[in-house]
């Protein structure tokens, strides 16, 4: 029993990364009950009707992209599994290409026609001043769309039909690593009533669970977490999604239980130990 007390430290390094090693090439996926708050945002998802507008914004660069690449991929496939028009954007300079890109995949996967089924709006370096005029009129605020490879004017593109302003969006979904969100509630919800629902990085994740308590925000992702809980409960109602938040949380979750079995090993070896010593007196 005493080796367990003295298990070296090398050991415990080379168990976890063999674990974490194994995780990320088997790519496992263990079951993990959603967050009430990842509920919230597929409940809101699914409240949308068929034809109705939702727009998703990914304001977020490279440096975030392991936390919401997986929640905004989700959404897209959640969004167009409810036939649900999507209108995508960016405030973010380096993340608008990566949003771009991603609805365009996910759109040809999907056997989604660009410009009838969705659109991406394009990137304004003004946050506040590019949604209050979108409060009124989208395409004021972004007037020339990219259909395609053919830059057409915003209010001439299907997608668009009777959408206007964010009166006309039934939900938004906010990606962010930054304050970005807190535009999105001051203006988009506080002043144009419009349904927000968000997916934060875990670094500012806690500043936006105040807005969640008020219902300023209706559902929010937490992190690699709310991303693999999202990811779950989308796959389970329309399938088609890889498991990429899933696998990486358990990864997470195998690499925790391995270091709960090493201080429950030391703490068997410690109760031993104390036990032969009682008995030797």
């Known amino acids: 029993m005493q080796k367990l007390l003295n298990i070296d430290r090398r050991v415990v390094f080379l168990g976890v990364a063999l674990v974490l090693f194994l995780g990320l090439v088997l790519r496992p996926v263990i079951p993990l009950p959603p967050s009430s708050e990842a509920r919230k945002v597929f409940d809101a998802v699914e409240a949308v009707d068929a034809d109705q507008a939702i727009l998703i914004a990914m304001d977020y660069g490279i440096s975030s ?134 997916g934060a990085t875990g670094a500012i994740v806690t500043g936006q669970y105040p807005y969640l308590a008020s219902g300023q925000i209706t559902g929010l992702l937490r992190s690699t977490r709310g991303a693999a809980d999202y990811e779950t409960m989308v796959t389970k109602a329309y399938g088609g999604l890889e498991p990429d938040a899933s696998s990486k949380m358990s990864v997470l979750f195998l690499g925790h239980l391995l270091m709960l079995a090493f201080i429950a090993l030391a703490n068997i070896g410690h109760w031993a130990t104390r036990r032969d010593a009682q008995e030797a007196e």
């Not at 905004?72 to 209108?87: E, M, N, P, T, W």
């Not at 996967?109 to 991406?120: S, T």
Request: aromatic share 8%; proline share 4%; with cysteine.
């Open 65 to 198: 992209r392991a936390e919401l690449d997986p929640m905004s991929r989700a959404a897209l496939h959640h969004a167009f599994g409810r036939g649900a028009r999507v209108l995508c954007v960016s405030f973010d300079s380096g993340g608008a290409p990566l949003a771009e890109s991603m609805l365009g995949a996910v759109g040809l996967e999907l056997g989604k026609v660009d410009g009838v089924d969705y659109v991406f709006l394009g990137y304004q370096p003004d946050i506040t001043a590019a949604i209050m005029e979108m409060g009124s009129s989208i395409a004021g605020a972004f007037p020339d769309v990219d259909v395609d490879g053919e830059t057409v004017p915003t209010d001439s593109v299907a997608v668009m039909d009777g959408v206007t302003g964010l009166a006309d969006v039934a939900l938004a979904l906010e990606m962010t690593g930054s304050k970005h969100y807190q535009k999105w509630v001051d203006f988009a919800n506080a002043q144009f009533g419009l349904k927000l629902c968000t």
